[in-house]
């Protein structure tokens, strides 16, 4: 099969697409004939080289659909042909936040396309507990989208969800976007975004946003906004979206940040103003629920803009770091 290869993180020509042998699956696992997998900013820092958990040479790609092709011999409710959404996360189930269902923070973290092959390749293998069956009705693109769509209800799960409240948003890409259409259903009163990419900013009014502005400024809201959300990683970003929560507020961070750059904040205002600071670290019990809510209307499919063959790699890369374009897919089976 053909694959998309990192072999020295951070450095120029550190990927390569190669041929590597079919992969076989355990007695748990199923072989995945992959036909879409998002390129997303986890994807940025593990060729930087930036992530911990990353063992190279390494086959990235989290974001995958497709379909079974093989099963395994002790896989059961699984079937050849079935058209799946994969949840790469992959918790140990026997350490202490396991234990207490808390699943996502698991202290021996692996996951597909992070520390095991993923899914810029044409085949991959996946345990069987984490394919989800996906309705006919979804269109490739929005199969594509389920993975980042259920880190985003899992953040929404992470919020208060008072009816009635303003949101702030930072950043106008892929996850703020999916944000600000999750926040709507929860009973936001507006929702707000804040971009420097005056492209970006065009889409999101077209997408529903209340505003979309190159800095909170312009909004013209004094008192600031109940609830804000760093969709960015960007610690400029994330030092003036803490600045703009109202009293008894909430400051979600919700993009991945460098882990080794740290952000300034005033302690005195957090507890002055009582102002809860909370963290939102990828999936959690979402992805059904990131299915359903698609399944039900919820049209995400205007967010793709742009779909690469394993050949196009490294030119999907240029135009996710110039932030042209909205989301980029790689579909391993395309020429």
Do not use: W
Not at 131 to 137: A, G, M
Not at 278 to 285: E, F, K, P, Q, T
């Amino acid at each position: 099969m053909r694959a998309l290869v990192v072999t020295a993180p951070g450095k120029a020509g550190s990927t390569a697409v190669t041929e590597l042998p079919d992969p076989r699956p355990e007695p748990d696992e199923v072989i995945v004939r992959v036909t879409s997998c998002g390129l997303c900013g986890t994807d940025m820092h593990l060729l930087g080289g930036e992530l911990p958990a990353a063992v190279y040479p390494l086959v990235p790609g989290h974001e995958l659909t497709g379909e079974i092709v093989a099963v395994g011999a002790a896989v059961t409710g699984r079937a050849v042909g079935e058209r799946v959404a994969v949840d790469p996360n992959m918790p140990c189930g026997a350490c202490h936040y396991c234990r207490i269902g808390r699943g996502n923070l698991c202290e021996d973290y692996t996951a597909i396309g992070v520390t095991r092959a993923g899914g810029f390749a044409e085949l991959v293998a996946v345990p069987a507990r984490c394919c989800y069956v996906l309705p006919d009705s979804l269109s490739e693109a929005a199969a594509g989208l389920v993975e980042p769509l259920s880190c985003a209800v899992h953040g929404l799960n992470r919020l208060p969800r008072r009816p009635g409240e303003h949101y702030l948003i930072y950043g106008a890409g892929t996850m703020g976007l999916l944000m600000a259409a999750l926040v709507r259903t929860a009973g936001a009163a507006s929702v707000s975004v804040v971009d420097l990419n005056e492209d970006r900013l065009a889409f999101a009014e077209s997408f529903g946003v209340d505003a979309a502005v190159t800095g909170a400024d312009k909004l013209g809201r004094t008192p600031g906004f109940e609830v804000v959300v760093d969709a960015t990683g960007a610690v400029a970003a994330i030092e003036d979206g803490l600045g703009r929560v109202r009293r008894g507020g909430t400051f979600l961070q919700f993009g991945v940040a460098d882990p080794a750059r740290s952000a300034s904040f005033s302690p005195y205002r957090v507890y002055h103003h009582e102002i809860d600071i909370i963290g939102s670290m990828a999936v959690h019990h979402s992805f059904q629920p990131a299915i359903d809510v698609l399944a039900a209307g919820l049209d995400l499919d205007p967010l793709v803009s742009d779909v690469y063959g394993l050949d196009g790699f490294d030119e999907a890369v240029a135009r996710f770091r110039a932030g042209t374009g909205r989301k980029i897919h790689i579909a391993p089976q395309k020429g």
